[in-house]
């Protein structure tokens, strides 16, 4: 039972030992390893810190992204808007200037007309009354004495006037 129980000089020794070891570890070694831990954690923290930092920068990107587009859409949509009605109100002025154009040239037309009429019937007055001269004066130059002389004379220059 010897083997199974140790002495108690034995026990004294590792006693020293292991508090010499605890000292020698607490003043050389632990100060070390606390100071690398606690830079490994603060490397680590701000590690977290510059990831949370990115995800919020993203996140707040990503908002100014879809604001910068909604208002992309919106200039879009205005500009197809002002655009559609620009093209409406030019083809309004086209078809209001083609409307007071054709309405002038038609009043031009019916000016021409009613000039060209009234010059053509100031013609066929003038030659009526010339016609009615000519043969005045060739019924009294022949001075007939009986209508029916003078009825077939009438009747001779209106066939003579038909084929003029």
Do not use: C, H
């Amino acid at each position: 039972m010897e083997l199974l129980t140790p002495g108690t000089g034995l026990i004294i020794w590792q006693l020293i030992v292991f508090v010499l070891l605890f000292f020698l570890l607490a003043k050389l070694a632990w100060k070390p390893i606390i100071n690398s831990l606690k830079e490994r954690e603060k490397s680590i923290q701000e590690a977290l810190d510059t990831a949370e930092k990115a995800r919020m920068e993203m996140s707040r990107l990503k908002a100014d992204n879809e604001n910068l587009l909604k208002q992309a859409r919106e200039e879009r949509e205005k500009i197809l808007r002002d655009a559609r009605e620009a093209s409406n109100r030019i083809k309004d002025e086209a078809q209001a200037d083609a409307k007071k154009a054709a309405d002038r040239i038609i009043e031009e037309a019916r000016a021409a007309i009613i000039a060209e009429k009234s010059n053509a019937l100031k013609e066929v007055k003038a030659l009526v009354a010339n016609l009615s001269l000519e043969i005045a004066e060739k019924i009294l130059q022949r001075n007939l004495a009986d209508d029916k002389a003078q009825k077939s004379l009438a009747q001779e220059y209106i066939k003579d006037l038909k084929l003029n």
